[in-house]
């Protein structure tokens, strides 16, 4: 990550939540809410619970910095740097909303509705995605990686450009249902979705190389013939 202002955001966001928590620990009640289930009740826990969410925070950033140096493709990652930080930003960004979530519900339960924030902000996080896949490049840390889309350029950028426009999609529709359809319905169609999301791009990427495959053969076939 060249740009020391990105760099400088991603640390500063992921130190945020280890040091409101640190701020706000002595004010907590013993018990906090750490899990908010489809039916609406929620799980209370141990407020020391929620240090292990807050240091998610800088351990991740430690390993968003990490993998490019250790990828066999890492010169790669100068192609797509500029998404990879802002990916940074905006996962450490996530993870802080999540910290105050957690905080906001602790001091003032039922203030805010838990399931449509993070419909929204698991909605928004799938549109982030769908606008910069089909901008990453071949690497072994981040995007549809499977034998096919990394033993080929094309298959990566045609795998990606699909992977990309279906998160797009799935983030509309999770924002747009949370406000009208009920929670436990709302699941199952993420699930759904995300399924098909897993699904789909693997199974093309294979197809694609199939035929590439195929292809290549044709071209040596004729070769030999000439």
Known sequence: MKNK????????????????????????????????????SVTYQGKGTLFF???????????????????????????????????????????????????????FPGRISVGMVVQILVGALFLFLGNIMPKVKSNFFMGVKNPWTLSNTDIWNRTHRLAGALMFVMGLIIILTCFWLPPAFSMWLIVGMGTLLVVLPTVLSYIWYRKLLKSLSGNENEEEEK
Request: proline share 8%.
């Open 5 to 40: 202002y990105k760099t400088t955001a991603i640390w500063v966001l992921a130190a945020l939540s280890p040091i409101l928590c640190a701020i706000a620990f002595p004010f907590l009640p013993d018990q906090i809410p750490m899990h908010w289930a489809i039916d609406g």
């Open 53 to 107: 969410l807050a240091l998610l925070s800088p351990l991740l950033a430690a390993l968003l910095f990490a993998l490019p140096k250790i990828d066999p493709k890492k010169d790669n990652y100068a192609r797509f740097s500029k998404y990879y930080s802002l990916f940074g930003i905006f996962l450490m960004s996530f993870l802080l909303i999540a910290n105050l979530i957690v905080l906001s519900e602790s001091f």
